[in-house]
């Protein structure tokens, strides 16, 4: 491998995370602060089953994992919404809403989904939870790819995220060389999230996993990447489509919040 095909993804690190500071504790602020991204929108409809499709089911676990927050925790936490409406939003926006926010959480909400060549695709279930880290498989590659494509709907994507390729695996390099310092919160927040979508959402333990997730890379604080379920089954997308199911999810989020913020309130 050629040197500048290291140093490339490396200035994308930088650019994307100056100073790759995480968001200070003491801060003096009264209010825990959690940033909420529903993933996709407008343009960018995400993955897609037969009735359903990411943007729109994102977004509203995303509205409902408000209102939860707020009914409960108005005096004490603010939420910030990385979008409230089906608008297109890049992935350093994305970040740079929650990092100027000052936000103590990033909670990005996300569907999955897998090839429609794959012979299993509608068979495959289950939720899982990401942190940014290190590709322990190809199947965590091949999701953190599918997540990081939006950038290709993007202006001078090229220009904006340094020639990061999301389609390339020698982009991904930047995850291997440089360390979150986030990631032991970020892993304790997606293991209570984890938990919670079995228990109360009852959906089939996918596991918590790591993978290079540009938009969890550009944020400044504990942050996680939460896979409902696969929207190409279709007893999980009628599950994802409906009222029940929909805000079964929004309480296992919510849930694991309550019980994180408790363990980390500040004094």
């Not at 490339?8 to 602060?33: C, N, Q, W, Y």
């Not at 991204?37 to 037969?50: N, P, V, Y």
């Not at 100027?100 to 569907?111: C, G, K, Q, Y």
Request: proline share 2%.
């Amino acid at each position: 491998m050629r040197l500048s095909n290291i140093l490339r993804p490396l200035i994308l690190a930088t650019a994307l995370v100056p100073g790759m500071l995480s968001h200070a504790a003491d801060s003096g602020e009264a209010s825990f602060k959690v940033a909420i991204d529903a993933g996709h929108g407008g343009k960018d409809f995400g993955c897609q089953g037969k009735r359903q499709n990411e943007k729109t089911i994102t977004l509203d676990v995303a509205r409902r994992l408000k209102k939860l927050i707020t009914d409960a925790m108005a005096d004490s936490v603010d939420v910030v919404m990385t979008r409230d409406s089906d608008v297109f939003i890049s992935l350093n926006d994305r970040a740079k809403k929650a990092n100027e926010a000052e936000a103590d959480l990033f909670i990005s909400i996300h569907v999955n989904s897998i090839d429609k060549r794959s012979k299993g695709r509608e068979k495959v279930h289950g939720a899982s939870v990401y942190t940014v880290g290190l590709h322990k498989s190809d199947a965590n590659l091949a999701v953190a790819m599918r997540e990081n494509a939006v950038i290709e709907l993007e202006e001078d994507f090229s220009e904006t995220y340094q020639g990061f390729d999301p389609n390339s695996s020698e982009s991904y390099i930047i995850f291997e060389l440089t360390q979150n310092r986030n990631m032991a919160q970020s892993i304790e927040f997606a293991s209570l999230a984890q938990g919670q979508l079995i228990a109360t959402a009852k959906r089939a333990d996918k596991g918590v996993r790591q993978a290079g997730f540009l938009v969890l890379w550009a944020t400044k604080m504990p942050a996680v990447l939460v896979e409902l379920d696969f929207i190409c089954n279709p007893e999980a997308e009628r599950f994802l489509g409906s009222e029940k199911g929909r805000q079964q999810c929004a309480e296992a989020l919510f849930n694991a919040f309550r019980d994180y913020r408790r363990m980390h309130m500040r004094t």
